[in-house]
């Protein structure tokens, strides 16, 4: 297979990062469909695409043209059969809990077609985990945008030991023609490269706030006027989503058995709460 082959996109999932890894494919010629067991998640997601793109024309960042097409290249479906069956290219975007994904690679390889790539986008869980769920390993990676994935640019592919290096470059390839740089890791580690060097920061941010040595918002504060950093480890937290931070740390602590690994006190506390971030209205910050 090679990046010529690829002509339709399937994304799982259409929340803040599925919808918006979608319509950059979309806007980048592909035909795409996002599906998502919600039917609510995926009329925010319609909704998103009909602001958005009339927006990037008003700024000259597009064309009306390109705005219809990609419009007419994008769909969104509860129906993982329709989305997935006829695509070359899968990217599971769902979220981080490792039975849920293992699950969804097991109906992507009955699915989508036998030459079709299955990527993940998770930050955390790296592919071989899931691909053993389907008889196709070799077409499994991971494929990690960042949030917001229209404005970001990098993306992380992994190639794991089950990885070929075909699906590899075909993955390296779809990121240059969405746009983004990508770099690829040769081998995997967990929270690959970026998130490994911000979850150093976010874990000792968590700590000065656990034991009270300052609250969030003076941490965040700290960051972004001493280091430079466009948002704080805590305002970061909020936009990828609390309940993310939680979950990963859970996958951690289960592997591991580890008690350091537990999520922050303060993180389980806004996770019961149901305070996961912006997209709940309040986390560490209120957005109403």
């Known amino acids: 297979?090679?990046?010529d082959d690829i002509k339709k996109i399937c994304v799982i999932g259409a929340g803040n990062m599925g919808h918006q890894i979608s319509l950059a494919a979309a806007i980048a010629g592909y035909k795409v469909s996002c599906t998502d067991i919600s039917l609510?998640?995926?009329?925010k997601a319609a909704s998103f695409v009909q602001t958005y793109l009339p927006e990037r024309v008003a700024k000259g960042k597009l064309t009306q043209e390109?705005?219809?097409q990609a419009k007419n290249n994008?769909?969104?479906t509860q129906n993982l059969e329709e989305a997935a069956g006829d695509a070359d290219f899968v990217i599971?975007?769902?979220v981080e809990k490792m039975d849920i994904k293992r699950k969804l690679f097991a109906d992507l390889d009955r699915i989508a077609p036998p030459h079709a790539i299955l990527a993940t986008n998770s930050s955390y869980i790296v592919s071989s985990k899931v691909a053993d769920a389907t008889k196709r390993p070799d077409k499994v990676c991971n494929m990690h945008f960042f949030n917001p994935a229209l404005?970001?640019?990098l993306v992380e592919v992994v190639q794991g030991p089950h990885t070929s290096p075909e699906t590899a470059q075909v993955t390296m390839d779809l990121c240059a023609i969405l746009g983004k740089t990508a770099i690829l890791l040769k081998q995997e580690i967990y929270g690959f490269v970026v998130n490994r060097i911000l979850a150093a920061l976010k874990n000792e941010a968590l700590l000065l706030a656990d034991i009270g040595i300052a609250t969030p918002q003076e941490i965040d504060i700290a960051v972004t006027n001493?280091?430079?950093h466009p948002k704080g480890p805590f305002a970061l937290m909020d936009l990828t989503g609390i309940d993310l931070t939680y979950y990963v740390g859970m996958e951690k602590y289960q592997e591991t058995r580890d008690p350091k690994d537990k999520p922050s006190p303060l993180v389980v506390e806004k996770f019961v709460k149901g305070e996961w971030g912006r997209k709940t209205k309040k986390g560490w910050y209120n957005y109403e």
């Open 74 to 76: 994008i769909s969104f």
């Open 66 to 68: 390109q705005a219809d």
């Open 40 to 43: 609510e998640m995926l009329d």
């Open 1 to 3: 297979m090679v990046i």
């Open 92 to 94: 599971e975007a769902a």
């Open 226 to 228: 001493a280091l430079g």
């Open 151 to 153: 404005v970001m640019k």
